[in-house]
């Protein structure tokens, strides 16, 4: 079982990255896929979530409106479009698999998901 993530980097206040998460070696397409983010010394925290069709989306209030969670289910991988990034998201995101398959209500707690990535260091400088 493999949740790899990547895309993550350094970047200036006010530009963008696109994370991707390309999983492996279980169903991918009938389950919801979450990212979150951790800080050291912080509990990882929900950032958003897509449902198995894609046509649901859930995000953190912090990051509505400036990132955009989208996948492809023919690729198996989940992407985190981020833009007009600020220093507070600096982070080591994750992307995770949903518990349950064909859910259609999105949540933002950790215990709804199982399968979680190793994550990918995204640094933004002000």
């Known amino acids: 079982v493999q949740l790899q993530a990547f895309g993550g980097g350094l970047v200036q206040a006010g530009g963008s990255l696109r994370l991707s998460c390309l999983v492996s070696g279980i169903t991918f397409r009938d389950y919801a896929m979450g990212w979150f983010r951790q800080v050291p010394g912080k509990e990882r925290e929900f950032v958003s979530a897509i449902g198995w069709r894609g046509t649901r989306t859930y995000y953190q209030d912090s990051v509505e409106g400036r990132f955009t969670i989208s996948r492809d289910n023919a690729k198996n991988t989940v992407y985190l479009q981020m ?3 600020v ?9 995770a698999r949903y518990r349950r398959p064909y859910v259609s209500n999105l949540k933002s707690g950790r215990t709804e998901y199982d399968y979680w990535g190793q994550g990918t260091l995204v640094t933004v400088s002000s």
Do not use: K
């Open 87 to 95: 220093p507070e998201d600096t982070a080591r995101y994750y992307c």
């Open 83 to 85: 833009n007009s990034l």
